[in-house]
């Protein structure tokens, strides 16, 4: 017989005899009969059932959350939540939840985000959870479906690499190969920009590695970024491409997933374009014209500007025009004054969601830069040798994923978006 999911039983199937499995949410017994809630990943769905049903073997009865399948005939049900429901012909028992469960997935009970996490395979069975990563599973699917609709190729490139690719600081070392120091990617930075060469467009949704101290609800030891590199295109170009991503992004996940959205109670608005721009010189002067923040020309903004920042800028908006020191070697500095940089920020209020720009194409000059931030050009040989085949002028940006859905599910610590966080703290399940 065809297994029907929840979300799939319909007044059609009146009459007839259906099988759903799933967990068992909830047992309540009323004399003669029980109600059995039996929930799958779509949903949950009653089913009546004789007492003796609950029974498994030598005297065990079946627990709240044992994995289960039922066979039976759809019918009417007098119940607000469920009109239809399933009158049980026969009930098996997969498997028995041993109680006590290390956390109650009804959400009934709270639990801490550490418990949870301790528990993640059985956390995700609160459909809160799955909504979390049902919309994240639709946004990377939407993600890349607007990227190859502009013209981007997706690749992938090795996460074991020889030499850094954002500077030296927070690498995560590997002792593996013989001789030679090999590290953990940060970025996909050097390879993307390479890939300009030839396959012009060119984007990458995968895992990257920081060994981050700062123990932030946005910063992640292993955290998931989508990245761009575009060949004959500049700042603003690439900054149009997140902006039309974004509300691609945003419109289809508030049409397709709207019942996700409301359980996690996210009501994001679809941002129009272009997103404000100020520039990093425009943010210094407002810090210190509304709040008294003096900001050194080529300091960083701190969290708590960014805060005060994001408190006068409501949604997205870019910050552009960094200090040219304040960013990595290879964002190309702006033609009309070389202290600042044709580079930007993406934020969403107080949070940075992306950052990105033009790039030098210029060897001569990419390897002076290197020199200038006390980077060694013979540790960035194979990179350098690449701009002496004829580069394209190019820019790019990378987008932390798990940010942004922080923003989507309205949920503070980027840990309740990722199945699996890993951190200074965490390095289990
Ligand atoms: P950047 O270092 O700013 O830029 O990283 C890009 C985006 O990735 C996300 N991110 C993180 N998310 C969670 N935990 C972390 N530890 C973490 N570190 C970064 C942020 C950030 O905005 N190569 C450049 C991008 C480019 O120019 O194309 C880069 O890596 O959302």
């Not at 469960?101 to 799955?130: M, Y």
């Not at 701190?302 to 990595?328: C, M, N, Q, R």
């Amino acid at each position: 017989m065809e297994r029907v999911y929840a979300n799939q039983l319909e007044e059609s199937m009146l009459g007839r005899d259906v099988e759903v499995a799933g967990w068992v949410e909830d047992i309540r017994e009323l004399g003669a009969i029980v109600f059995i809630i039996v929930r799958d990943v779509s949903g949950g769905i009653q089913v009546v059932a004789e007492p003796s049903m609950l029974t498994v073997n030598e005297g065990t009865k079946v627990t709240r959350q044992s994995s289960v399948r039922v066979r039976g005939r759809v019918q009417r049900s007098r119940s607000v939540h469920y009109p239809l429901e399933i009158r049980a012909e026969a009930l098996t028992v997969y498997s028995i939840a041993k109680h006590p469960l290390p956390i109650d997935p009804t959400g009934r009970v709270s639990a801490s985000l550490d418990a949870r996490l301790d528990a993640r395979a059985l956390d995700l069975r609160n459909p809160s959870v799955a909504a979390i990563f049902k919309l994240r599973h639709h946004a990377l699917q939407m993600i890349r479906r607007v990227l190859v609709e502009k013209g981007f190729m997706e690749v992938n490139t090795p996460k074991i690499i020889g030499s850094a690719s954002e500077g030296g600081a927070n690498l995560f070392r590997l002792t593996y190969f013989n001789n030679r120091q090999a590290y953990l990617a940060q970025s996909p930075q050097l390879y993307k920009e390479q890939l300009t060469l030839a396959l012009d467009r060119v984007f990458e949704i995968a895992s990257y590695y920081r060994a981050e101290k700062s123990h932030t609800t946005r910063h992640l030891s292993e955290f998931v970024s989508v990245d761009i590199e575009a060949a004959y295109m500049d700042a603003d170009g690439v900054m149009r491409v997140a902006e039309e991503l974004m509300v691609s992004l945003l419109r289809e996940l508030k049409e397709r997933c709207s019942r996700e959205l409301s359980l996690l109670g996210s009501s994001i608005d679809v941002p129009s374009p272009p997103f404000p721009r100020i520039t990093y010189m425009e943010a210094v002067e407002m810090l210190r014209k509304d709040h008294g923040i003096s900001i050194e020309f080529g300091d960083d903004l701190s969290d708590h500007a960014l805060k005060l920042l994001g408190e006068s800028i409501k949604g997205f908006y870019f910050i552009v025009d960094w200090p040219t020191k304040l960013k990595p070697f290879y964002i190309h500095e702006r033609d009309d004054d070389p202290n600042l940089s044709y580079s930007f920020d993406l934020q969403y209020g107080a949070l940075e969601l992306a950052s990105g720009g033009k790039r030098l194409h210029d060897a001569s000059r990419l390897r002076s830069r290197l020199v200038e931030q006390g980077l060694n050009p013979d540790d960035f040989r194979d990179h350098l040798k690449v701009f002496e085949w004829g580069m394209p002028p190019h820019a790019g940006w990378g987008l932390g994923l798990d940010r942004l859905m922080t923003v989507i599910c309205n949920v503070k610590n980027v840990r309740e978006v990722v199945l699996y966080p890993r951190d200074t703290e965490r390095l289990n399940p």
